[in-house]
């Protein structure tokens, strides 16, 4: 009853952080959508201009539905940029374009924890569909019976969604670094856009940072049901 409580508080509070950080970032994006850069190139341009000078010439810049959608697809080497970013010759378009294209570099050199994590992916898209299942039918199994099996085939499903959250952020981080380092050598950015821009992508590393600590925490939540189901069997 107490572990319950305490996840249930647990939840709360990273919700409350998560909500909050999203609601940084969106306001940071939305600042530094407005202030648009001296060279006046757009995202897409910035993205096929790092990705040339990178000497990757088989990667394709696209653009794709929705706010924040930004991604690389390793699978068919693809930069896909959202409208705003893609159109946008604004600080947060080159932030975001360039940080993109660090994965597409990443992929180029061979970076391991992405491609730890690319093989990870249909593993995850799995864990990611039953986990909640899993866990909840563990619950009322072990209410129900005390039998704790169930519940712990749940937590090795969620650990490797934990497994994959900590594996991004090394990644993240990664590609945010080429991106800064890229945007600041070239002078894309300016001395007055260059902070703005690693602003930006330093509250986007946030969300991932604030997730990987919320799948921690609710995996180390449940390992403690199920050990103390045991030490009362």
């Given at each position: ?113 992405l491609k730890l994590r690319s093989k990870l992916v ?112």
């Amino acid at each position: 009853m107490i572990l319950d409580s305490v996840g249930m508080i647990i939840s709360l509070v990273f919700l409350g952080i998560s909500l909050l950080v999203s609601a940084i970032l969106k306001a940071r994006f939305n600042k530094y959508h407005k202030i648009g850069l001296a060279n006046g190139l757009s995202g897409r341009e910035i993205a096929e201009k790092m990705l040339r000078e990178n000497g990757i010439y088989d990667v394709k810049v696209t653009s794709v539905e929705g706010f924040l959608s930004d991604h690389y697809n390793p699978t068919n080497k693809t930069v896909n940029l959202s409208p705003e970013v893609y159109n946008g010759t604004t600080v947060s378009a080159a932030a975001v374009a360039a940080h993109e294209c660090g994965h597409a570099v990443q992929h180029q050199v061979g970076y391991a924890p992405l491609k730890l994590r690319s093989k990870l992916v249909p593993a995850v898209q799995l864990s990611a569909t039953l986990q909640n299942l899993i866990i909840m039918g563990g619950l009322i199994v072990l209410a129900m019976t005390k039998n704790p099996t169930v519940l712990l085939i749940g937590i090795i499903v969620m650990a490797v969604t934990v497994i994959f959250s900590i594996i991004t952020l090394p990644v993240e981080f990664d590609a945010s670094k080429r991106a800064l380092a890229w945007l600041q050598q070239t002078n894309v950015t300016n001395a007055q856009e260059y902070p703005k821009a690693k602003d930006a992508l330093k509250w986007a590393a946030t969300t991932y940072v604030v997730a990987a600590l919320a799948a921690v925490v609710t995996l180390i939540h449940y390992i403690m049901i199920y050990l103390g189901s045991r030490d009362r069997s």
